[in-house]
């Protein structure tokens, strides 16, 4: 069954510096998003990605989030300048068609980034 | 409230017995899914009701959505301890995702 895989499954970064977290979705997929997930909290929308472009971003994805699909097969989420509350579990999800809300979406393993 | 608050935070049952979670919601919805997680790690799709559909089932699983309440709820039928997780529900509106706050559910062997 095909599968949304996501890496590094652990990031230790130090403070200001600037992490890549990659997501390789499912191939026939059109619509990509990442979310976060502070431990012991919600999963947060951080923004959704279509046809190269932003689709939708929440009031998280400031200045300091990028997202970029380089080739055919990756999708990325760049922080950066890493902040001690950027620290967070972060799911890469992709799904089949248009409308965003109207299909589900597969979830990533997850990537936990962690600040000191 | 705020889009997407679900209710109780945390529910723990003996198995056989039946589990029921609630999503309420604030401005109107295109649709709402439902999402269980395991431990902190990733999401998996359970099921879909769009704003025009009022109950749905999958398996074990029952969902209502009353567009008037702006509510949705989960029932998980004859629990068993393997459901023991945590259960988001996602709300859409427009291309604007939301989910919820989600319920801890503990089944009990």
């Known amino acids: 069954e095909p599968e949304v895989t996501q890496t590094p499954s652990h990031q230790v970064t130090q403070m200001g510096q600037e992490v890549i977290l990659r997501c390789v979705p499912i191939?026939?997929?059109?619509?990509f998003y990442w979310y976060r997930q502070i431990l012991g909290q919600k999963v947060e929308f951080l923004v959704s990605?279509?046809?190269?472009?932003?689709?939708?971003k929440s009031e998280i994805f400031d200045d300091q989030f990028s997202v970029e699909r380089p080739d055919g097969s990756n999708f990325t989420l760049k922080i950066r300048s890493t902040k001690l509350e950027d620290s967070a579990m972060y799911f890469c999800?992709?799904?089949?068609?248009?409308?965003?809300?109207?299909?589900?979406?597969?979830f990533g393993p997850g990537t936990r980034l962690t600040v000191t | 409230s705020q889009q997407g608050e679900e209710d109780p935070q945390a529910l723990s049952i003996q198995e056989g017995e039946n589990a029921t979670m609630n999503c309420s919601y604030k401005t109107s919805i295109n649709n709402l899914q439902w999402y269980r997680q395991n431990s902190g790690r990733g999401l998996v799709h359970l099921i879909l009701?769009?704003?025009?559909?009022r109950e749905k089932h999958s398996g074990r699983l029952r969902v209502t959505l009353d567009t008037s309440k702006k509510s949705s709820s989960l029932l998980i039928t004859a629990s068993r301890a393997a459901d023991t997780a945590s259960y988001f529900c996602?709300?859409?509106?427009?291309?604007?995702?939301?989910f919820g706050g989600g319920t801890r559910l503990m089944v009990k062997p």
């Open positions: 009701i769009r704003s025009n559909e």
């Open positions: 996602l709300l859409s509106a427009g291309n604007m995702l939301t």
């Open positions: 999800a992709s799904s089949e068609y248009l409308l965003a809300g109207a299909y589900e979406q597969y």
């Open positions: 191939s026939n997929h059109l619509y």
């Open positions: 990605f279509y046809n190269n472009e932003i689709s939708e």
